[in-house]
T-cell receptor
Framework: DAMVIQNPRYQVTQFGKPVTLSCSQT?????MYWYQQKSSQAPKLLFH???????NEADTPDNFQSRRPNTSFCFLDIRSPGLGDAAMYLC??????????????FGPGTRLTVT | AQSVTQPDIHITVSEGASLELRCNYS??????LFWYVQSPGQGLQLLLK??????LVQGIKGFEAEFKRSQSSFNLRKPSVHWSDAAEYFC??????????FGGGTRLMVKP
């Protein structure tokens, strides 16, 4: 089945130690998104890629970076995690902008704990 | 700017009872509307979506939603709730460039 995969599902890192979260997709979608979701809150968009075109949300901290080496993979890098970065990180994909479905397909998420 | 409001943060219903979760949106053009469900520790699963046409939309797991333009609402309903429906429910509106704006979510608890 076509899907969005996130690894690892659970990640523990130390305060200030860089961490990378991974997302892959078999949907061949052009757009990939990263969301941060803190406990009992709605997902908050961090950034998205349209193909290789990177789009950062205005209020995304500089501590968060992303890479998309090819269509299938996208990585979220947190350069110096703080306690406030502990959250669920969701990856999603969608087909070309302008597609009237506007549907996003979500992965299962990676829960990040910062100690 | 688009926005979504889910007025109920928590709702508790008895198993077998009917359910309605409220969603109000603000969007300048014809909205694309979605309901997602999130079980604890999981990602978001799409329940249903509205783009155009029939204002009553059927989704998975026995859910339906009705788009009411005059009330700017897109309420989610289910005639008989099952214990497995306990989860967090998010309403979202889709805008330009496929960006989704989510409501704050409603946590559903189901009493036996």
């Amino acid at each position: 089945d076509a899907m969005v995969i996130q690894n690892p599902r659970y990640q523990v890192t130390q305060f200030g130690k860089p961490v990378t979260l991974s997302c892959s997709q078999t949907l061949n979608h052009n757009v990939m998104y990263w969301y941060q979701q803190k406990s009992s809150q709605a997902p908050k968009l961090l950034f998205h890629y349209y193909d290789k075109d990177f789009n950062n949300e205005a209020d995304t901290p500089d501590n968060f970076q992303s890479r998309r080496p090819n269509t299938s993979f996208c990585f979220l890098d947190i350069r110096s995690p703080g306690l406030g970065d502990a959250a669920m990180y969701l990856c999603a994909t969608s087909s070309l902008p302008g597609d009237v479905t506007y549907e996003q397909y979500f992965g299962p998420g990676t829960r990040l704990t910062v100690t | 700017a688009q926005s979504v409001t889910q007025p109920d943060i928590h709702i508790t219903v008895s198993e077998g009872a009917s359910l309605e979760l409220r969603c109000n949106y603000s969007y300048g053009a014809t909205p694309y509307l979605f309901w997602y469900v999130q079980s604890p520790g999981q990602g978001l699963q799409l329940l249903l979506k509205y783009f155009s046409g029939d204002t009553l939309v059927q989704g998975i797991k026995g859910f339906e939603a009705e788009f009411k333009r005059s009330q700017s609402s897109f309420n989610l309903r289910k005639p008989s709730v099952h214990w497995s429906d306990a989860a967090e429910y998010f309403c979202a509106v889709g805008g330009a460039g496929n960006m989704l704006t989510f409501g704050g979510g409603t946590r559903l608890m189901v009493k036996p």
